[in-house]
């Protein structure tokens, strides 16, 4: 087994974030494929979980093995997906708002356009970007209020870190304006839920306490993977801002606070 970082050292498998952790743009973290390598070839299982809405779990798959990344599809578990999944599993209908990228995650799913014919089972919503105008928040909003669609959101990250840096809104403040238009609880399919950090552990063997989350996110990543049972380790890159490490009464410190992915294994161990 691979030499962990010493405040990792209880750990025997870990679940990695992808955008700011990984990855940043279009370009690795520096030493963190062969980190990521070094997991894998030492027999410590990895797995990747991602609140990315905006690419297929095949594109992710695709992009993170471009960039030298051992990933396999089932084990990368993303919202598209599992929204797909727990759809198909149904033979629900749904009003998919999501972009191109990730719709072939929703192949097999009875999808309803705005102003079709019927309602449907579910309203799906995920990161548009640049592509929400008030006419489609607000046909989802009669969806759900007058045609008793359910609410489905692909996580609750209020935001994320952009090309060149720049925040920008993610998925969640959508969530949130359902919710609070139609008083209804969006079923959440994607990080902070636990539920979605346990379908990363689905198969591992493993007890949570001793899997290491590793993500940029101080609280949809590292305080909500503690909260499912987990360690929490945040990381110094991405959309992290200083301060994040900072605990508080109500929300715990990081497990551990590292300056990169890559530093999950020590150096002599790369």
């Known amino acids: ?17 992808l955008g700011g952790t ?11 494929p062969e980190a990521v390598r070094t997991l894998r070839d030492g027999g410590v299982p990895v797995r990747f979980l991602t609140n990315t809405t905006s690419q297929s779990r095949r594109a992710l798959v695709e992009k993170l093995r ?3 990344l051992p990933a396999r599809a089932e084990h990368l578990h993303g919202p598209p997906a599992a929204a797909g999944d727990f759809l198909r599993k149904r033979n629900a209908s749904a009003h998919v708002l999501v972009p191109e990228g990730a719709r072939e995650d929703f192949d097999g799913v ?15 919503v995920g990161d548009l970007g640049d592509a929400w ?17 359910g609410l489905i959101g692909l996580g609750r990250a209020r935001y994320w870190q952009g090309p060149g840096g720049a925040l920008r809104l993610d998925a969640g403040p959508f969530v949130a304006a359902l919710e609070q238009a139609t008083g209804r609880e969006a079923l959440v399919l994607g990080k902070p839920a ?9 198969g591992l063997d493993v007890p949570a306490a001793q899997v290491a989350l590793v993500g940029d ?6 305080r909500a993977a503690m909260r499912a049972g987990l360690t929490g380790v945040l990381v110094r890159t991405g ?3 200083d301060g994040d490490e900072r605990g508080s009464d109500e929300d715990p410190a990081p497990d551990a606070v590292l300056d990169s992915a890559a530093d999950v294994v020590t150096r002599d161990a790369t």
């Open 22 to 32: 990984l990855y940043e743009g279009d370009a690795p973290v520096p030493g963190v």
């Open 217 to 222: 996110d101080a609280e949809t990543d590292v």
């Open 110 to 124: 009875t999808q309803v356009s705005e102003g079709g014919d019927g309602a449907p089972d579910y309203v799906v």
């Open 66 to 68: 471009a960039m030298d």
């Open 1 to 17: 087994m691979p030499s962990l970082h010493p405040t990792l050292s209880h750990v025997r498998a870990v679940v990695f974030d």
């Open 239 to 241: 959309k992290f801002r």
């Open 194 to 202: 636990p539920r979605f950090f346990e379908a990363a552990l689905a």
């Open 133 to 149: 105008t008030f006419d489609r928040l607000n046909g989802a909003f009669r969806m759900i209020q007058e045609g008793g669609a």
